[in-house]
């Protein structure tokens, strides 16, 4: 059965996140800030895996002779993508923190809006997931509620990152705030990518409800 509800906020999340990596790539541009192309690689790869997300759920539920098992099988490996995303992000984002120049590092203010942005548009999102996982339990809904709240949370250390960097943008503590910044999030990332790719494969060995 259908679940037009679901399908529109999944379609609605591929359009709000696709001008995200755009934006920040050209905060990056002129910024420099290794949090923001730290944040430019996050935004890329949680793209890509909420278009497979979306992708799959129209898929496995626009076909009403679609096999259980068959449905079950693709949910979960787009539940994967999504872990995988997060883990090969936040790997990007170390290397990046650690290894990107700090000297010569212009405005910042461009990435700071879109991350405030994003702040509040993942939690509204983050919400949205969680009551339609609620009312349907789903794999792809209940791993987008959990790929929006860590959106959200990270949306929230790089805009704190970048408010630092732009009230006090001469100070020698600024560089570690950056990179700091840039850590923060890929531990993040990766962390919750590893605990959705081991939860996904743990429920394909539990009994259906």
């Not at 959106?151 to 705030?177: E, F, G």
């Amino acid at each position: 059965m259908r679940n037009r509800s679901a399908e529109r906020t999944l379609l609605a999340s591929v359009l709000l996140s696709a001008p995200g990596p755009i934006v920040v790539g050209l905060g990056f541009f002129f910024g420099r800030s290794s949090t923001q192309l730290a944040d430019f690689i996050r935004r890329s790869g949680e793209l890509v895996a909420i278009i497979v997300s979306w992708l799959v759920y129209n898929y496995s539920h626009s076909k009403s002779d679609i096999n259980i098992t068959t449905k079950d099988n693709l949910e979960r490996t787009a539940s994967i993508c999504v872990g995988i995303a997060m883990c090969i992000s936040g790997a990007a984002m170390v290397f990046v923190a650690l290894f990107s120049p700090q000297d010569e590092r212009g405005s910042v203010i461009p990435g700071l809006v879109i991350a405030i942005l994003g702040m509040i548009t993942n939690c509204i999102f983050w919400l949205r997931y969680r009551l339609l996982n609620r009312q349907k339990s789903n794999v792809i809904l209940s791993v987008q509620s959990k790929l929006y709240f860590a959106k959200a949370v990270v949306d929230t250390c790089v805009s704190a990152a970048l408010a630092y960097i732009t009230i006090l943008p001469n100070s020698t503590a600024s560089r570690y705030v950056d990179s700091l910044g840039a850590i923060i999030v890929a531990v993040y990332l990766i962390g919750n990518g590893w605990v959705t790719i081991q939860n996904t494969l743990k429920s394909k060995q539990l009994p259906e409800d």
